[in-house]
Nanobody, 114 residues
Framework: VQLQAFGGGLVQAGRSLRLSCAASGSIRNIDRMGWYRQPPGKQRELVAI???????NYADSVKGRFTISTTDATNTVYLQMNSLKPEDTAVYYC?????????WGQGTQVTVSS
């Protein structure tokens, strides 16, 4: 599975941003897609995951502010990020899991200014 992420950038605190990630290649039987992020100087952490059945899981720090969704027609996963905070600043990576194999996108920078 190849993943291409779009939508990062610089935004002021309190504003919104939407990330998208398109999957290509061996996309049948992907059972989960989602987003991780790596803040400066910190380890990579889960942001949100969505399963093929539509179940979602969010990090506590983003619950109520971020929404993950997918479109089967385009094999794309989205992350709608509202009420952004400076601590959301990170490189965001999309991920797809197929037969327990994890594939990672190239990462997109999100910077939230105060």
């Amino acid at each position: 599975v190849q993943l291409q992420a779009f939508g990062g950038g610089l935004v002021q605190a309190g504003r919104s941003l939407r990330l998208s990630c398109a999957a290509s290649g061996s996309i049948r039987n992907i059972d989960r897609m989602g987003w991780y992020r790596q803040p400066p100087g910190k380890q990579r952490e889960l942001v949100a995951i969505i399963t093929s059945s539509g179940s979602t899981n969010y990090a506590d720090s983003v619950k109520g502010r971020f929404t993950i969704s997918t479109t089967d027609a385009t094999n794309t996963v989205y992350l709608q990020m509202n009420s952004l905070k400076p601590e959301d600043t990170a490189v965001y990576y999309c991920v797809a899991v197929r037969y327990s194999k994890w594939s990672w996108g190239q990462g997109t920078q999100v910077t939230v200014s105060s």
